[in-house]
């Protein structure tokens, strides 16, 4: 039992086992950047569903075209536990003062690559992703007790009649009271508590209407976090090691 256990620790402190995950996840993208044109009919709702929902409405009974799919995650899993392991073993050994900045440099590149992790995986399920057309003088019911409010739609025209400009009056009520107004653009979203409403198109066939996007990232803050520390670490990496040849 002891033995296996090592050589479990073995593996995943190895070098060799980062490489050849990286190089599989490689493979995987590649495999994925081809399926995912061809079955569009599969993939396509996993731009409006949450990552979660997909995998198990679309995804798993659809196996035959997003078998890849399912074994990134596995592979981003085993990577997981190589990257915690191997900071694990680097924290806890015993560092030459003049080897602080190297030795944690790496590390931090883990945490920042763990926090980004943890911020999709947050995303992908407990956020929601809600859409769909509204007409003026409306509401839509949300998700925690929360009502959208579509007031108004605005469309603003050039001297030709060509559309310039279009913006939207929403609110925003929870718990039967007024939370949030704000007024919505194509590149405006109003932001309430965590969630965004994003206004991305508009509809004139039977009175003016706009399709609305609803979505909430609970893990935003852990991916930017993440993002952050990934690339302070590796400039680390690089400037020390530049400093050192």
Avoid at 33 to 58: D, K, T
Avoid at 62 to 67: I, L
Avoid at 138 to 152: C, E, I, T
Wanted: glycine share 8%.
């Amino acid at each position: 039992m002891l033995s296996a256990a090592n050589s479990m620790k073995n593996f995943f402190l190895s070098l060799k086992t980062t490489v050849w995950l990286l190089l599989t996840l490689v493979c995987l993208f590649f495999i994925g950047s081809y399926m995912m044109p061809v079955h569009r009919e599969v993939f396509g709702p996993m731009n409006e569903n949450l990552l979660f929902n997909w995998a198990v409405e679309v995804g798993l009974q659809n196996a035959w075209a997003s078998w890849w799919f399912f074994a990134v995650l596995a592979a981003l899993m085993l990577l997981t536990v190589n990257a915690v392991v191997c900071s694990v073993h680097a924290i806890t050994g015993r560092w030459p003062r003049t080897d602080f900045l190297i030795r944690i440099s790496p590390q931090v590149i883990h945490i920042g690559f763990l926090f980004i992790l943890l911020g999709h995986l947050l995303g992908a399920g407990w956020g929601y992703k809600l859409s769909g057309m509204m007409r003026e003088d409306s509401y839509a019911r949300l998700p925690g007790d929360r009502v959208l409010y579509l007031r108004k739609i605005d469309v603003q025209s050039d001297e030709s009649g060509y559309t310039k400009n279009w913006t939207a009056e929403a609110s925003i009520y929870e718990h039967n009271t007024l939370a949030k107004s704000g007024q919505l653009g194509p590149n405006k979203p109003l932001f309430y508590r965590g969630a965004g409403i994003y206004l991305k198109s508009l509809n004139f066939e039977s009175g003016p209407a706009a399709f609305l996007l609803v979505a909430r990232d609970p893990g935003a803050a852990w991916a930017l976090a993440g993002g952050i520390l990934f690339s302070l670490g590796s400039v680390m990496v690089l400037v020390l090691k530049w400093k050192k040849a």
